[in-house]
């Protein structure tokens, strides 16, 4: 390829997120894939109020770009980071993190993700209703 492609949001597709893998409901609308000899794809992402992912970690580093509203990562084990627009979170590979909307706010992010083959993220259990409420307030400021 040796020109500039546009695809203009209007001819891009939103699906629902994976039941199995989300918590509430999450939109996504791919951006990107991955081209030869890119590895990265790029997928904007939409939370509903109290919508999430659940715990998961990814073999290559994840790159989080907040597009609207407050949103949060949180590291197992570690307090929540807050996302608000324009903010950028950096996911190591093989971190054990969930990322999704705070309670009564919309958010979204583009996730960029280098791929390594289809099973590039390991999905596991769901974050606890408990856990994510005591956490999931807007902060301070």
Same mark, same amino acid.
């Given at each position: 390829m040796n020109d500039v492609t546009v695809r203009p949001a209007a001819g891009r597709t939103t699906k629902p997120a994976p039941a199995a893998s989300f918590t509430g409901t999450v939109l996504q609308d791919s951006l990107a894939t991955p081209e030869a000899p890119s590895r990265t794809s790029a997928t904007l992402v939409t939370f509903t109020p109290g919508a999430r992912t659940?715990? &998961?970690? &990814?073999?290559?580093?994840?790159?989080?770009?907040?597009? &609207?509203?407050?949103?949060?990562? =949180?590291?197992?084990?570690?307090?929540? =980071?807050?996302?608000?627009?324009?903010?950028?979170?950096?996911v190591p590979p093989g971190i054990?993190?969930?990322?999704?909307?705070?309670?009564g706010q919309l958010f979204a992010h583009i996730s960029f993700v280098e791929?390594?083959?289809p099973d590039n993220t390991t999905w596991l259990e769901p974050v606890e209703e408990a856990e994510y409420r005591s956490v999931a307030v807007a902060p301070e400021g």
């Open positions: 659940n715990w &998961h970690t &990814h073999k290559t580093r994840q790159v989080l770009v907040a597009t &609207h509203g407050t949103g949060m990562v =949180q590291v197992k084990g570690k307090p929540p =980071q807050w996302l608000r627009a324009g903010d950028v979170a950096v054990v993190h969930w990322h999704g909307a705070i309670a791929t390594d083959g």
